[in-house]
């Protein structure tokens, strides 16, 4: 692996489509970033983390019924207590009769690097199943519904193409929110995969060799990294600002 090769997260490639500045200075990280307090949203990462790790050492264990009885870890607070039980329940009841044969959660950190060889895209999979007919299934755990289409999603995107190059014939996306027990799936055949990770350079490369990205303001702004550093968001009056930092505008 080359240090020097830009790293690029499947999260960022919605922040291409964003700010092309943010996105650029994402990328070539530390200088100026500053993350902002995410207490609740971490205590909720906590949560999905928790119910995840349960849910892969009871696919491992060899069954999914011990999850219908299993205890939340000690150290959450109530309502986390009933989530945790929450997204067990929908779990056993979306996925207890999807086929699948469980990968391992060493097979779930590899770091791929795009053919252009101008950047490397890494990621972390998410619970991956051995299908019928040379397929994988992708099991996308959420507590509510995904922001975009599963199909369409560019993290989605990113993990199916190194399904692909890994041998998998098409990948099964499902997507299960573990809040309301809702599934939603997604069918990406090789043809498809093979669009995708075309899109993914197309996307990162005009970022990465635009000489002047622009900053481009919006919802997003709220929870921007270099957001101090923003030479357009620095010229906002305050009233501005505090929306933004509030997620209020648009
Ligand atoms: S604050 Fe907003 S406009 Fe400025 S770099 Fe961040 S996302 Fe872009």
Redesign the pocket.
Known sequence: MDSERPRVRPSLLA?AA?????FV?EVGGGVGMVRFSRANADRAFLVGNLVEQAIEQAHLGGGLDGLLHTEPPEGLLAEERWLFRRGLDHYVELAGERPGVPRTPDERFPLIEHSSGRFALSLRLDLTFDIEDGGVELRRLGFGAPRTDVGEDPRVHAQAVHLARDGAAFVQVAHLDLLHGVLREALLDRDRIRRAAHDIGERVLDVLDDPAPQ????W??HQ????R?????SQQPPAELIL?ATGEVG
């Open positions: 922040v964003q700010c092309r500045l943010r200075r900053a481009s303001p919006g997003w702004c921007c990294p270099v957001l550093s923003c030479p357009v968001v933004m």
